[in-house]
């Protein structure tokens, strides 16, 4: 049984491979919508898990092998899921989706985390339009960089993020709740809508729409704050799909 870490558009695509490829597969996901998403034909865990909680579905499942297709920005799920691998003498192979690539843009501005991203957003505007999900909103909300600053929040449309949201003390106009990848022309409006004057993202690569943030942020001559990915030390990657099915071969 091969265990495909699937919270991304490109894990559900390496599901759907590797089933019609006639592999036997498990999915894992963080939420209830992301559980509706993968193939009916496929056993899914649904929730966060630790080293711990890996290793309990490994053996569980009789998992011999994992396949990390997590978001690049997920470090904690990426380690655990190492770490329980060493553990049960299991492969593991790390698909890492392609950066976007950064154009030559005066207003493009490089940090390494989201304490710095808020930092350098509050010096730049005082509407900051956050294209980071939900998950490190709090930092944003809390920074003294940004008490006197409005902050809009893009994420997706799923109650528990709402609430958190709300709770963090966002108000219902300043929530953008949709799914994307967006085109060019739907991040334009969505920044002119709320007349944004700084744009917060990640690199997540064109398969998570950072082409798109960045192309609609020069037009309107916005700055641009990028979180930068992660540095993580994965015991082995690949670039492709490609190379992910010749390693399952080499070694499943």
Not at 66 to 72: E, F, K, L, T, Y
Not at 145 to 164: D, Y
Not at 166 to 174: K, M, Q, Y
């Amino acid at each position: 049984m091969i265990l495909v870490l699937a919270g991304t558009k490109d894990g559900r695509d390496l599901v759907n491979l590797l089933i019609n490829s006639d592999y036997e597969v498990m999915a894992s996901v963080f939420s209830d919508y992301g559980r509706e998403l993968i193939d009916l034909r496929v056993p899914v865990h649904t929730g966060p898990l630790d080293a711990n909680g890996f290793t309990t579905l490994i053996h569980t499942n009789k998992i011999n092998m994992i396949v990390d297709a997590s978001h690049p920005y997920a470090i904690n799920v990426s380690e655990n899921a190492m770490k329980a691998c060493q553990t049960t003498e299991i492969a593991y192979v790390r698909y890492e989706r392609p950066l976007a690539v950064l154009p030559n843009y005066d207003g493009l501005h490089i940090v390494h985390d989201y304490a710095a991203a808020a930092q350098v957003a509050g010096s730049l505007g005082k509407t900051i339009f956050l294209t980071t999900g939900s998950r490190h909103l709090r930092v944003f909300k809390s920074s003294t960089f940004l008490q006197k600053h409005r902050l809009i929040a893009r994420v997706l449309p799923e109650p528990s993020v709402l609430t958190e949201c709300l709770e963090l003390g966002f108000t219902p106009r300043d929530i953008v709740a949709i799914q994307g990848p967006f085109s060019h022309e739907l991040n334009v409006a969505l920044f002119e809508e709320y007349q944004a004057e700084v744009i917060v993202t990640k690199n997540s690569g064109e398969i998570g729409g950072s082409d798109t943030k960045i192309t609609a942020a020069m037009e309107l001559h916005l700055p641009l704050v990028i979180i930068d990915r992660p540095i993580i030390q994965y015991s082995n990657v690949v670039y492709d799909v490609t190379e992910v099915i010749k390693f399952i071969r080499e070694v499943y």
